[in-house]
C-alpha cells in the first residue's frame, strides 16, 4: 500500500511571494504519478501539476514546479509570484501506474495555504 | 479530460434516512470511484465501482452501508444508507485515464 505525507497543515505567505508545499510518500511501486491538487471552497478539485516518475525532469507549469526526487520519495511543489486565487487546500496524490485500472489515488491530509493581500 | 456532473450538490437530512448521490460522466469509463472527505479531512477512497459487475469496497466501508449501482459505462450512483451526523462530508465522484484523475464538484451532505 501507499501512504502519502504532507507534514504542514497550514501555510501563509505574503502575495507576490514565493512558497513551497511539502510532501513524501511511500511505495514499492517503480512507475507511478504524482500530483498535485488544489481544492478551493468550492470543492472543486483542480489538477495543479502532474510528474511521471520515470521521467527525471521536474515538471512545470506556469507559476507552479516540483521538485521531484524519486530515490528521497520527495515531492514538493513550489508557487512563484503567488495570488490570492492561490489561497485554497493543496493535496499531493499518488497513483500507480496501472493503465486506467482499478485503484484510486491516495491522496496526502493536505496544506492549506493562505496567501495574504 | 472528462467531464463529470455530480448531484445534488449539496443536502442536509435527518438522521436514519438515505441519500442517493449520481455521478454523470461525459464519456465512457470502464472505472468510476467515489471518495468521503470528511470535515477538514483528506479524501479517503470508499468504493471502485465497474460496469457490470459488485463495487470492490475498501477497508471501513460496506455495501450495506454505502450501497453503489453501475448501470452503464457513464452513470453511477452511491447512496448513503440509515445516516448518522458521522456520515456528514462530501462525497466525490472520480474517473482515471491512464496519466490522470478527473473529480466531480462533490456532494456536501449534512445530517442533522
Known amino acids: 500500500a501507499q501512504t502519502v505525507t504532507q507534514s504542514q497543515p497550514e501555510m501563509s505567505v505574503q502575495e507576490a511571494e514565493t512558497v513551497t508545499l511539502s510532501c513524501t510518500y511511500d511505495t514499492s511501486e517503480s512507475n507511478y504519478y504524482l500530483f498535485w491538487y488544489k481544492q478551493p471552497p468550492s470543492?472543486?478539485?483542480?489538477?495543479?501539476?502532474?510528474?511521471?516518475?520515470?521521467?527525471?525532469?521536474?515538471?512545470?507549469?506556469n507559476r507552479f514546479s516540483v521538485n521531484f526526487?524519486?530515490?528521497?520519495?520527495?515531492?514538493?511543489?513550489?508557487?512563484?509570484?503567488?495570488?490570492l486565487g492561490d489561497t485554497a487546500m493543496y493535496f499531493c496524490a499518488f497513483m500507480k501506474y496501472s493503465g486506467g485500472g482499478a485503484d484510486g489515488l491516495t491522496f496526502g491530509k493536505g496544506t492549506h495555504l493562505i496567501i495574504q493581500p | 479530460s472528462a467531464v463529470i456532473s455530480q448531484k445534488p450538490s449539496r443536502d442536509i437530512c435527518q438522521r436514519?434516512?438515505?441519500?442517493?448521490?449520481?455521478?454523470?460522466?461525459?464519456?465512457?469509463?470502464?472505472?468510476?470511484?467515489?471518495?468521503?472527505?470528511?470535515?477538514?479531512?483528506?479524501?479517503?477512497?470508499?468504493?471502485?465501482?465497474?460496469?457490470?459487475?459488485?463495487?470492490?469496497?475498501?477497508?471501513?466501508?460496506v455495501i450495506d452501508k454505502f450501497p453503489i449501482s453501475r448501470p452503464n459505462l457513464t452513470f453511477s450512483t452511491l447512496t448513503v444508507s440509515n445516516m448518522s451526523p458521522e456520515d456528514s462530508s462530501i462525497y466525490l465522484c472520480s474517473v482515471k485515464t491512464a496519466t490522470?484523475?478527473?473529480?466531480?464538484?462533490g456532494t456536501r451532505l449534512t445530517v442533522v
Request: charged share 15%; aromatic share 10%.
Open chain 1, 43 to 61: 470543492r472543486q478539485m483542480i489538477l495543479v501539476i502532474r510528474q511521471e516518475a520515470y521521467k527525471q525532469q521536474n515538471a512545470t507549469e
Open chain 1, 69 to 83: 526526487q524519486k530515490a528521497a520519495k520527495s515531492f514538493s511543489l513550489k508557487i512563484s509570484d503567488s495570488q
Open chain 2, 16 to 61: 436514519g434516512t438515505s441519500l442517493t448521490i449520481q455521478c454523470q460522466v461525459d464519456s465512457q469509463v470502464t472505472m468510476m470511484f467515489w471518495y468521503r472527505q470528511q470535515p477538514g479531512q483528506s479524501l479517503t477512497l470508499i468504493a471502485t465501482a465497474n460496469q457490470g459487475s459488485e463495487a470492490t469496497y475498501e477497508s471501513g466501508f
Open chain 2, 100 to 105: 490522470e484523475a478527473f473529480f466531480g464538484q
